[in-house]
């Protein structure tokens, strides 16, 4: 069975920091691409960040600069690490993993940045 489970959100003020961790299980994590995507209410879901099975990395305008993905295939796990947090990131943040045949979503865990 296959499982992406988020971690890390929660609330926290402009200007602040939060690192989510995606841990997945039932995939061989190795080969897939991961990316962390977000939706606010009212919003589409839309792409934060990716990153290849290779570790190449890809960042929505919005979060360049702030945002760091990375990721440690012999933990099985996806990080994205936060700063400069503002307002306008509040939002659920999911989890994703794709190969060319497959794609896989977490639950998802909420961010919420006011003071």
């Known amino acids: 069975q296959v499982q992406l489970v988020e971690s890390g959100g929660g609330l926290v003020q402009p200007g602040g920091s939060l690192r989510l961790s995606c841990a997945a299980s039932g995939i061989n994590f190795s080969i897939y691409a991961m990316g962390w995507y977000r939706q606010a209410p009212g919003e589409q879901r839309e792409l934060v960040a990716s990153?290849?099975?290779?570790?190449?990395?890809n960042y929505a305008d919005s979060v360049k600069g702030r945002f760091t993905i990375s990721r440690d295939n012999a933990k099985i796990t996806v990080y994205l690490q936060m700063n400069s947090l503002k307002p306008e990131d509040t939002a659920i943040y999911y989890c994703?993993?794709?190969?060319?045949?497959?794609?896989?979503w977490g639950q998802g865990t909420q961010v919420t940045v006011s003071s």
């Open positions: 994703m993993g794709s190969t060319r045949f497959q794609e896989y």
């Open positions: 990153i290849t099975k290779g570790g190449s990395t």
